[in-house]
């Protein structure tokens, strides 16, 4: 079965660290690409990182420097660790793929930071 199974998140203070965690499944996690988003309430999803079948990160600029994107391929899985947390960072987070030119999510987790 394809799927992106997700874990991690839930209720943290600001400045607090977080991490989230992707496990695929049905797909070959070693020669994908997998992305992290997000979508605050209210508001529309937006992209929040990227990391490469090489391993190659990259950041949308509000992230930069506090979250860093990683993956074991071992696992099959993706993480997400998010540091220095503000309450902005406040959303439901997605991760994300493309298999045989289908649009992979997760099922999303819910990451809340308090002032």
């Known amino acids: 079965q394809v799927q992106l199974v997700q874990s991690g998140g839930g209720l943290e203070q600001a400045g607090g660290s977080l991490r989230l965690s992707c496990t695929a499944s049905?797909?070959?996690?070693?020669?994908?690409?997998m992305a992290w988003y997000r979508q605050a309430p209210g508001k529309e999803r937006e992209w929040v990182a990227t990391?490469?079948?090489?391993?190659?990160?990259t950041y949308t600029s509000s992230v930069k420097g506090r979250f860093s994107i990683s993956r074991d391929n071992a696992k099959n899985t993706l993480y997400l660790q998010m540091s220095s947390l503000k309450p902005e960072d406040t959303g439901v987070y997605y991760c994300?793929?493309?298999?045989?030119?289908?649009?992979?999510w997760g099922q999303g987790t819910q990451v809340t930071v308090s002032s």
């Open positions: 049905g797909i070959i996690f070693s020669i994908s690409n």
């Open positions: 994300n793929t493309e298999w045989r030119r289908r649009d992979l």
């Open positions: 990391i490469t079948s090489s391993n190659r990160p």
